[in-house]
């Protein structure tokens, strides 16, 4: 359970995150470096959405409640500050002193949020107590499975930070600090893996149907694992295929949870159909992560996957469950409808696949119309956000 006060924080960080992500399409669409759009993406986007919902959701399901007032503000200060500079960093103009502020801003704002959700769950670590409600003893055993795993998820983002920090100072770093090892340390380590753990909790609840035990046994051991692997093994060798073929298994294994939870389920919203759009995105990028292990490497399917993967997968599904969370029903503003939502979905995925083929046959024409596409659909999706943010706090 959250306070009233840090409610309000968990909703600054969706405004920072729904800001975040235009800025990343306004980006792409104008030829910012590859480096620049995963600065935007991942730690504008897809982290401060993990911030904001890890403060909202974590403590109450580990049956504790989070009484932070301070520090949601300081670290959406300090993390959102690191962004901006890493972003600026990563461009041509960015002198080296930039990088190594954004850094450290970023870090410390990590040990902020870290050491406050520790700190609420101190005496819960293991999760055994999980907040499941009465009537509801049939997701009691995925709940008390999954409720570690999202500590391990917040170890891959202080292990991914902390990385990051030493690339850019003296500490000594655990890697060598190549920049797509932090980005997999984040995105699959640290986002990926709580998307999996929170949708096996959350999915359930908005579908009305229990998570495949089977399934989930399987799919957050992967996804703990795989991302250790895919990191040390970047670049090829046994271990980057062994960590394609773990990740590749736990997307593939979520995938079939939440398909067979919502082929069951007779409920249909815009937002539990953007979850669904998103893990099948998710499963493309995987199987490009496979073709690298293999040995195909091109620069044209490294774009693709990382599309794929930031705006398909997580973009998907974050906007999928964001909706979910504030349904576009409780606004009384013009545009607040599910029909809206629908529009973004099908901008984004639609944006998505011309920018991915394009990519890949070569077309820029594609990825062009792909890149106005999406951002004509994030800027919905940020205009909607924003005032539902604005919405829900005003009552």
């Known amino acids: 359970m959250v306070t009233a006060g840090s409610s309000r924080w968990s909703r600054r960080f969706v405004v920072f995150s729904a800001i975040?992500?235009?800025?990343?399409?306004?980006?792409?669409?104008?030829?910012?470096?590859?480096?620049?759009?995963?600065?935007?993406?991942?730690?504008?986007?897809?982290?401060?959405?993990?911030?904001?919902?890890?403060?909202?959701?974590?403590?109450?399901?580990?049956?504790?409640?989070?009484?932070?007032?301070?520090?949601?503000a300081v670290q959406l200060g300090l993390t959102g500050v690191g962004t901006g500079f890493l972003a600026v960093a990563s461009l041509p103009v960015g002198p080296p002193v930039v990088e190594r502020l954004g850094a450290i801003a970023w870090f410390l704002g990590?040990?902020?949020?870290?050491?406050?959700?520790?700190?609420t769950v101190r005496d819960n670590l293991a999760g055994r107590e999980t907040g499941t409600g009465a009537g509801k003893e049939e997701f009691q055993w995925v709940d008390r499975y999954a409720n570690p795993f999202m500590l391990v998820a917040l170890g891959y983002v202080l292990v991914g930070s902390y990385e990051l920090l030493a690339h850019a100072s003296?500490?000594?770093?655990?890697?060598?600090?190549?920049?797509?090892?932090?980005?997999?340390?984040?995105?699959?380590?640290?986002?990926?893996?709580?998307?999996?753990?929170?949708?096996?909790?959350?999915a359930p609840r908005f579908l009305g149907v229990p998570a495949r035990k089977e399934l989930v046994v399987v799919?957050?051991?992967?996804?703990?694992?795989?991302?250790?692997?895919?990191?040390?093994?970047l670049g090829g060798g046994p271990a980057f295929i062994a960590g394609a073929l773990?990740?590749?298994?736990?997307?593939?294994?979520?995938?079939?949870?939440?398909?067979?939870?919502?082929a069951r389920s007779e409920r249909r919203t815009v937002g539990l159909a953007g979850v669904l759009t998103g893990v099948a995105c998710g499963i493309a990028g995987v199987s490009l992560g496979l073709s690298f292990a293999f040995g195909t490497v091109t620069t044209g399917l490294?774009?693709?996957?990382?599309?794929?993967?930031l705006l398909g997968f997580l973009g998907l599904c974050i906007i999928g469950f964001a909706m979910q969370f504030f349904p576009p029903t409780v606004g009384r503003f013009r545009g607040a409808t599910e029909?809206?939502?629908?529009?973004?979905?099908?901008?984004?995925?639609?944006?998505?696949?011309?920018?991915?083929?394009?990519?890949?046959?070569?077309?820029?024409?594609?990825?062009?119309?792909?890149?106005?596409?999406?951002?004509?659909?994030?800027?919905?999706?940020?205009?909607?956000?924003?005032?539902?943010?604005?919405?829900?706090?005003?009552?």
């Open 170 to 202: 003296l500490l000594p770093g655990i890697t060598d600090g190549y920049a797509p090892r932090v980005s997999h340390l984040l995105a699959a380590g640290g986002a990926a893996l709580l998307v999996f753990t929170l949708g096996v909790r959350i």
């Open 20 to 72: 975040s992500l235009v800025l990343w399409r306004l980006g792409a669409l104008t030829g910012v470096p590859r480096r620049t759009e995963v600065v935007l993406a991942l730690f504008g986007f897809v982290l401060h959405m993990v911030f904001g919902m890890g403060y909202l959701l974590i403590p109450s399901y580990f049956e504790r409640v989070l009484d932070a007032k301070w520090p949601p």
């Open 302 to 309: 490294i774009t693709a996957h990382l599309q794929l993967n």
């Open 110 to 119: 990590v040990i902020v949020f870290l050491g406050t959700i520790l700190w």
């Open 246 to 262: 773990v990740e590749a298994t736990a997307m593939v294994g979520f995938a079939g949870a939440y398909g067979l939870m919502f």
């Open 339 to 395: 029909t809206t939502v629908w529009l973004v979905i099908a901008a984004l995925f639609g944006g998505l696949v011309s920018i991915v083929v394009g990519t890949l046959g070569e077309v820029s024409v594609l990825v062009t119309a792909g890149n106005v596409l999406a951002l004509t659909g994030t800027v919905v999706y940020g205009y909607l956000a924003i005032r539902l943010m604005i919405t829900v706090g005003s009552r």
């Open 219 to 233: 799919v957050l051991p992967a996804g703990a694992l795989g991302p250790a692997l895919l990191a040390y093994g």
